[in-house]
Structures are given as structure tokens and as C-alpha cells.
């Protein structure tokens, strides 16, 4: 145990006392991801987003944008995926998880989607379809911390 009166144990310590689990994230955070889920993330959602880009537009511009968005989509895909797992680390429904990776981006950027030629929606809803996809590709890459039964004379 710890001496400092403002550690909290129940937040940061192991699953359980006594446990052998090495569960190094808080006890309750339930839904973590590695670097390379995320980096699995982020390529499904640039991919996506390049493919979904080819169908609305015509010609060879599909491949254009995919060059030259890959520094802007990574560095925008990681820190903002990075930030929603963040957030959503406690809640253990992974089909919440691809719903806000969907109406996250679906939201923000929204009001910049006048910028496309073929209007504000099919814009935004590319953004947030390849989010969303990117966040379904990752379903099995996430690990999970199962809350253990609470029982009688644990402290």
C-alpha cells in the first residue's frame, strides 16, 4: 500500500489486490489500444477515406490526395484517435467506440465540408465513414480489462 494520502488505489493500483494480472493502466480503464492498433487505425481509415474519395471524384485525383495527405492524415488520425481512446477508455462497449470514432469526425468537420466540390456531406461523411471503419478494422487489436466480481473481504 501507499503511504501518500493522495494516491488513489482503487484508480491507479492492479485489477485486484493481490493480483498477478500486471494490468499496467488504471483498474478502470477497460478498453486500451497499442501503437499498432493505432497505426492499423489510422492506415484502414487513410485507406478508406482514399477509396471512398475515387468514387465520389473523377480521374487519377484519388491517388494524388493519397500522397500527398499522408503526413496530414497521420498526424491528425493519430493524435485525434489517440485522444478518443483517451476518452473512451472506461467504457467497455467497442460498438460505442466505433460510434463516436464515427459521429466525432462527422461533427468537427462538418462546417469544412463546403470546401468540396460535391458539397458539405459527402465530405464529412467520408471523413467519418473511414473513421469509423478504422476504428471497426481495430476490434480485435484492443486489449480489455474484464472488472473483476467484487468479494467479500477484499479491502
Not at 5 to 24: K, M, Q
Not at 40 to 49: K, N, P, Q, R, Y
Not at 50 to 64: D, E, K, R, T
Request: net charge positive; proline share 5%; with cysteine.
Amino acid at each position: 500500500m501507499n503511504d501518500d494520502s493522495w494516491a488513489d488505489e482503487s484508480e491507479y493500483g492492479l485489477v485486484a489486490p493481490g493480483s498477478r494480472n500486471s494490468w499496467r493502466y488504471g483498474s478502470k480503464d477497460r478498453v486500451v489500444i497499442g501503437g499498432g492498433g493505432l497505426a492499423v487505425g489510422v492506415a484502414v481509415a487513410h485507406l478508406t477515406f482514399c477509396l471512398l474519395l475515387a468514387v465520389q471524384s473523377p480521374g487519377g485525383w484519388a491517388l494524388v490526395f493519397f500522397i500527398y495527405s499522408l503526413i496530414p492524415v497521420w498526424a491528425i488520425g493519430v493524435s485525434a484517435g489517440s485522444l478518443l481512446g483517451l476518452v473512451l477508455r472506461r467504457i467497455t462497449n467497442q460498438w460505442i467506440h466505433v460510434a463516436i470514432f464515427f459521429l466525432a469526425p462527422l461533427l468537427v468537420c462538418a462546417p469544412f465540408g463546403g470546401l468540396s466540390p460535391n458539397g458539405a456531406i459527402f465530405f464529412s461523411m467520408s471523413i467519418a465513414i473511414a473513421a469509423g471503419f478504422g476504428r471497426l478494422a481495430i476490434w480485435k487489436l484492443v486489449r480489455i480489462n474484464r472488472p473483476l466480481p467484487i468479494m467479500d473481504g477484499w479491502t
